[in-house]
């Protein structure tokens, strides 16, 4: 198996790669190398002069849930102060980053491929910071779970930016963080520190790297497989399988029936196999309730597409309950996680939505690894 030497990893052997005199680390649990060692603390060790701590949504601990972060706090193990900059934005943001007296920020968090995680986003907003503030902005580079072959999905219309999507982007993007830096286009000094050994049509599991949960609620590869799909059911009322052990693989609702499953086995969709199941969240939507659903099983990684499935189940959805499937979250959360107003309008009008997705294409443009 093939040693994929990451941007941490690189640095923390060439402490001159960064530049820069105090640094600040955007990070949280997936910021280690592949001894497991955190990035914080090989730096640290390496003598760079680390002065700061920045953590993203769910925390730099990765305590918290959906939405939610860690307060400002110091770091037990390193003695340094640990910035939150979850929602925060602007000026606000701007003088959180001054205030701690940093002259470079270095990023170094495991993104999941799929435009609606917000990790990439929050590295968007600590970019725009950094060019107004001036300060040199570092990527230390990680792979892309989902390869970076494929991109799947309508870009975002620039008018349903928010925080789940900022950058006109497919659903499955195909980029690693790094790539995104350079294509974000900031009037920043930006140095991306990339991978040795990472090829675009690797696997994680190829990669030989640790996989260290991204957040609460991506336990495992197979999560992040299914997510770019299965995630858009956070904009229904339907269950997307938070408060169980296999979120985004299990999707169902109190009002679904017998017919759910056969009717996505019936589609044929590549790469997936559907199994009817019932399970009961501990949290979040229908929790201690009894739901019937679907588990999805990915036979084929290769032919899988994500976007494809979720938008053919969320139709399946729509066509078999429309009295009882409704739209979830604030400002019609649903648009912003698919970048535009076309899927709601679509199955609202009991339209087929697939057509919405075009055929997945290879990312192009300012590309860095093969």
Not at 92 to 121: E, K
Not at 136 to 145: A, E, H, I, Q, S
Not at 289 to 305: K, M, S, T, Y
């Amino acid at each position: 198996m093939p040693h994929i030497r990451t941007g941490a990893e690189r640095l923390a052997v060439d402490t001159a790669l960064a530049g820069g005199t105090r640094l600040g680390l955007i990070t949280n649990p997936t910021g280690v190398l592949p001894d497991l060692t955190p990035t914080a603390d090989a730096l640290l060790a390496a003598g760079l002069n680390l002065t700061a701590l920045f953590g993203p949504e769910h925390g730099m601990r990765g305590t918290a849930q959906a939405a939610g972060s860690e307060a400002d706090s110091v770091d037990e193990r390193t003695g340094l102060p640990v910035f939150d900059t979850h929602k925060l934005e602007g000026e606000a943001l701007d003088r959180t980053i001054a205030g701690s007296g940093v002259d470079t920020l270095v990023f170094d968090i495991a993104d999941v491929g799929t435009r609606f995680y917000t990790y990439v986003w929050t590295m968007y907003d600590l970019m725009a910071s950094a060019a107004r503030l001036g300060l040199r902005f570092v990527v230390l580079d990680r792979p892309n779970p989902l390869g970076g072959t494929v991109e799947e999905g309508p870009a975002l219309d620039p008018a349903f930016a928010s925080f789940v999507g900022r950058f006109p982007l497919p659903v499955r993007h195909g980029r690693t963080a790094g790539e995104l830096a350079m294509l974000f286009g900031f009037d920043v000094d930006l140095l991306v520190i990339e991978m040795e050994g990472w090829r675009r049509d690797m696997t994680f599991a190829a990669t030989g790297l640790p996989w260290v949960m991204p957040s609460v609620n991506m336990p495992t590869p197979d999560t992040a497989l299914v997510y770019p799909g299965t995630g858009l059911f956070e904009g229904t009322n339907f269950s997307e399988g938070r408060g169980t052990t296999r979120p985004f693989e299990l999707i169902g609702a109190p009002y679904a029936d017998a017919r759910f499953a056969p009717a996505l086995t019936a589609l044929d969709l590549p790469g997936v196999r559907f199994r009817e199941t019932w399970f009961m969240p501990t949290f979040h939507k229908h929790a201690g309730v009894a739901v019937r659903g679907v588990q999805l099983h990915v036979h084929d990684p290769e032919a899988f597409r994500p976007v494809l499935t979720g938008l053919s189940m969320l139709y399946a959805a729509r066509t078999l309950y429309p009295d009882d499937l409704r739209w979830w979250g604030p400002d019609l959360f649903m648009d912003h996680l698919w970048g535009s107003d076309t899927l709601t309008r679509c199955l609202d009008a009991g339209e087929d939505p697939r057509g919405l997705c075009p055929p997945p294409g290879k990312p192009e443009g300012r590309l860095i690894y093969d």
